[in-house]
C-alpha cells in the first residue's frame, strides 16, 4: 500500500511512549492515591437570563448552578441541574464548563434503564445506567468543556444523547480515577535464590492487598456509602499484554510468558510505592521490562458514550483517557460525527489501557458515520466496528406477520424495526436476500430499549406484504435496512490493538482512507456479515480503500469473512 498522506500522520506514540520513558528512566510516579472529594450536595442555584452566545443561543454555565471547578466537590447533581435548565429553555444552547477540573460520581447521577447493543443484553443486573452527562429530549445543544479536566468516579457513563438532535459535545479530557480495566507494568525483572521475579506497578487510584499467592484488589470508596465501586482479586478473568517497547498488543503470549501474571506465581511482596514483586518458579518465563499486564472482567455493563434515537450528534475535540464499560455506542441513531478525538490513557498515569472493549461501534445507524482525524490506541477491542444486527426468524404467525430473535447474549432489549422501515430476509445459508423477502414494517411488538414491558429478545413485526413462501425458522434472518449507515473513515491513526482496527457491515457506501495502523494483531480493515455468531449484518456492496498505510502487521491487512449460519461458508 502506498503511504499515506493524511492529515493523522506523522503522530507520536503517546501514552505508551511516555510511560516507556519514565520506566527506563526509573522515574517512578509514587504516594497514596488522592483522598475521595468532600460529599456535597451543590445549591440549584437558578440561573441568569441567558445570554447572548453564538448567534440566538443561550448559555447555561453549570457553575451557576453548584458545579466546582477547582475539583474539590462532586459536580455531578450540579450538571444535571444545568442540563435540566438548558433543556426548559426550550431553544438553542450552550452548556459551558468553565476551564477547571470537575469531579464526577456515579452516586447521584442521572439514572436510566437502557439496553444497549452488545453489553450484556437482557441481563437485569445491569439494567439501570447512571450518566454524569445526560441530554435527553433536546435539540440544538452544545456541551462544551472549554478544556476541562472530567475526572471520572466509580462504573457510570460519560455522556449521552438520547432521543435529541443537534448535539455537540466538545473540548473536554476524561480521566478516570480507578478504572475497572488494571494494567501492570513490569519494572524490574530478574531472579533471585534461583527464582524468576517480576516487580509490578500498580497504577495510582487502586487499593490492594496482598493474600498469600493472590491480591485483593478495589476500586476507590464511595464518599456517599462508604463502599468501595468495585472489588475483584487475582487476574480478574480475562488478561492480555502489551509490550511497550514495540508496541505489540496480544491476547496471546508470543514468546512463551503467559498473559496471566499470576499463573506460577510462589510468593508475593508488597514493596510500597504501588509496587509488587511477584516471585515464580525458576522455570517460568520471565517478562521483560516494559511488559504491561492488562487484566478486566468480561461483562460490558455500561457504555461509555452512548448516542439512542438521536440525528446529527458530534463528538470533537475530546480526549478519553478510559472508555468504561463498552466504549462509545451509537444505537438506532442517524449523522455521527466523529473528529479530533483522542483515545489514549494519561502518558504520566502507569495505565496504557484505553478501553475494556470497542473503542466506537455504531449499531444500526443511517446517514451517514463520519470518523476523522482521531487517534485509536491500546483498546482490548476493535477501535471501528460499524454493523446492524440480524434477528433471527422463530416464527411464521400470518401470511405478512412474523416474529423474531436477538440470537446474541449481549445484544437484546431495544428495538430492532420501526413503523415505516425497510426490512430485508437474508438466507442464512447463503447470506443472500431471499427472494420477495423485502418490505415496509407496518407494526412492531417488541422491547422498547428503555423497560421490561415486553420480552427484551422477541419481536413480532407485520408487513405490507405477504411473507416469501417456504421460508423456515433458524434458517432465515431479518436486518432493517433503512438503519445502514454510509461511512467514511479518514486520516485516522490505530496502534497496538490485539485485534482489528475497523469493522464494517453495512449496504451503503463505504470509504476507509488516509489512515494509519501500526500493530494490529487481526486484519486493519475487517469485512463480514455474521448470522452464526455476533448477528452482526450486513451485505458490503460499495466499498473503497485507498491511500492507507499498514505497518507491523500480524495478519493480513485487509480481511473478507461473511460467516454464515450454515456448515460451511457461502
Known amino acids: ?65 453548584g458545579a466546582d471547578p477547582s475539583g474539590a466537590l462532586d459536580s455531578t447533581p450540579a450538571v444535571a441541574a444545568a442540563l435540566d435548565h438548558a433543556k426548559d429553555l426550550g431553544g438553542p444552547t450552550r452548556v459551558v464548563f468553565p476551564t477547571g477540573t470537575y ?13 444497549v447493543s452488545n453489553t450484556v443484553g437482557a441481563d437485569q443486573r445491569y439494567k439501570d445506567k447512571r450518566i454524569a452527562i445526560l441530554v435527553e429530549d433536546m435539540d440544538d445543544v452544545v456541551v462544551d468543556g472549554e478544556g476541562s479536566r472530567l475526572v471520572m468516579h466509580g462504573e457510570q457513563t460519560i455522556f449521552a444523547s438520547i432521543r ?12 478516570w480515577v480507578a478504572p475497572r480495566t488494571l494494567d501492570l507494568t513490569v519494572v524490574a525483572a530478574g531472579t533471585t535464590n534461583g527464582q524468576t521475579y517480576r516487580d509490578l506497578r500498580v497504577p495510582d487510584g487502586y487499593v490492594y492487598a496482598v493474600d498469600g499467592t493472590t ?37 496471546g503470549s508470543w514468546d512463551g510468558a503467559s498473559t496471566n501474571p499470576f499463573a506460577g506465581v510462589s510468593a508475593i511482596t508488597d514493596l510500597g510505592d504501588g509496587r509488587l514483586r511477584f516471585v515464580y518458579a525458576a522455570s517460568a518465563a520471565s517478562a521483560p521490562v516494559g511488559r504491561v499486564f ?17 440525528e446529527r450528534t458530534t ?45 466506537v461501534q455504531v449499531s ?62 437474508v438466507d442464512k445459508a447463503t447470506m443472500t436476500d431471499v427472494q420477495g423477502g423485502t418490505a415496509t414494517v407496518v407494526t412492531v411488538d417488541g422491547p422498547t430499549g428503555t423497560d421490561t414491558s415486553h420480552d427484551l429478545t422477541r419481536m413480532t413485526v407485520t408487513l ?58 487481526m486484519a486493519s480493515i475487517y469485512v463480514s456479515a455474521d448470522a452464526r455468531s455476533w448477528y452482526e449484518s450486513s451485505v458490503v456492496r460499495d466499498l473503497t480503500i485507498r491511500g492507507n498505510t499498514f505497518t507491523r502487521a500480524q495478519s493480513p491487512v485487509i480481511w473478507f469473512d461473511p460467516t454464515s449460519g450454515a456448515a460451511t461458508r457461502p
Open 464 to 521: 405490507d406484504r405477504d411473507l416469501p413462501a417456504g421460508i423456515a425458522p433458524g434458517a432465515v434472518v431479518a436486518e432493517n435496512v433503512t438503519y445502514t449507515p454510509a461511512v467514511e473513515i479518514r486520516g485516522n491513526h490505530f496502534e497496538s490493538v490485539p485485534t482489528r482496527g475497523i469493522l464494517v457491515t453495512t449496504r451503503k457506501p463505504v470509504l476507509v482512507e488516509d489512515n494509519t495502523f501500526d500493530q494490529m494483531g
Open 1 to 65: 500500500m502506498r503511504p499515506s498522506t493524511s492529515r493523522g500522520v506523522g503522530r507520536a506514540r503517546g501514552a505508551a511512549s511516555a510511560l516507556l520513558a519514565s520506566l527506563l528512566a526509573l522515574v517512578l510516579v509514587t504516594g497514596p492515591a488522592a483522598a475521595s472529594p468532600a460529599v456535597a450536595s451543590p445549591a440549584v442555584v437558578p440561573a441568569a437570563t441567558p445570554a447572548a452566545g453564538d448567534g440566538a443561543r443561550a448559555v447555561v454555565d453549570v457553575t451557576d448552578f
Open 364 to 425: 444500526g445507524g443511517r446517514g451517514t458515520v463520519t470518523i476523522t482525524d482521531s487517534d485509536f490506541g491500546f483498546a482490548h477491542d476493535d477501535p471501528i466496528n460499524v454493523h446492524g444486527t440480524y434477528v433471527e426468524l422463530v416464527s411464521v404467525d400470518g401470511p405478512r406477520t412474523a416474529t423474531f430473535a436477538y440470537r446474541h447474549g449481549e445484544t437484546a432489549g431495544f428495538p430492532q424495526f420501526y413503523a415505516g422501515d425497510e426490512l430485508a430476509l
Open 215 to 251: 491480591v485483593r484488589w478495589s476500586g476507590e470508596t464511595s464518599p456517599y456509602t462508604g463502599v468501595p465501586y468495585w472489588t475483584d482479586q487475582g487476574a480478574f478473568g480475562y488478561q492480555q499484554v502489551v509490550d511497550l517497547a514495540t508496541g505489540r498488543s496480544s491476547r
Open 103 to 115: 469531579q464526577l460520581y456515579p452516586d447521584r447521577a442521572p439514572v436510566r434503564e437502557l439496553y
Open 294 to 310: 492488562q487484566m478486566r472482567r468480561t461483562h460490558r455493563d455500561t457504555p461509555a458514550g452512548f448516542v439512542w434515537e438521536s
Open 164 to 175: 435529541s438532535r443537534d448535539v455537540v459535545f466538545e473540548d473536554f479530557t476524561a480521566e
Open 315 to 359: 463528538v470533537r475535540d475530546a480526549t478519553f483517557g478510559h472508555l468504561h464499560g463498552f466504549g462509545v455506542v451509537a444505537q438506532l441513531t442517524e449523522d455521527l460525527t466523529i473528529d479530533r478525538v483522542r483515545f489514549r490513557a494519561a502518558a504520566d498515569s502507569w495505565r496504557t489501557s484505553a478501553a475494556s472493549a470497542d473503542l
